[in-house]
């Protein structure tokens, strides 16, 4: 059983920056490709960014291209998402999401969740 813990949301105003950091329980952390998702007030489930298991790969949604970045640290079984320059329509829950495929979870599918942490940018 794997379980995705994810910490570091918060408040923060317009051009703000937070980190969010997702810590997988699992054993073989290091063979899942890892991503986070967002889902905003009335909205459905967007996929955000994905990083491969060796961190090689990296894919993020045009909207927040040159503003975030996802990154792993394999020997601490954590995933984090930097996330600079943050506007309102920022203002989601983020889900921490676990695949051993990575075109799986670019794609929206994912085998684990976290249960997720509130961001809101408003000033």
């Known amino acids: 059983q794997v379980q995705l813990i994810e910490s570091g949301g918060g408040l923060v105003q317009p051009g703000g920056s937070l980190r969010l950091s997702c810590v997988h329980s699992?054993?073989?952390?290091?063979?899942?490709?890892m991503g986070w998702f967002r889902r905003a007030p009335g909205k459905e489930r967007e996929f955000v960014a994905a990083?491969?298991?060796?961190?090689?790969?990296?894919r993020y949604v045009d909207s927040v291209k040159g503003r975030f970045t996802i990154s792993r640290l394999n020997a601490k079984n954590t995933v984090y998402l930097q996330m600079n320059n943050l506007k309102p329509e920022d203002t989601a829950v983020y889900y921490c999401?676990?695949?051993?495929?990575?075109?799986?979870?670019?794609?929206?599918?994912?085998?684990?969740w976290g249960q997720g942490t509130q961001v809101t940018v408003s000033s």
């Open positions: 699992g054993r073989i952390f290091r063979n899942y490709a």
């Open positions: 990083i491969s298991w060796s961190g090689d790969n990296t």
């Open positions: 999401a676990a695949q051993l495929s990575y075109n799986d979870l670019v794609a929206g599918t994912s085998a684990y």
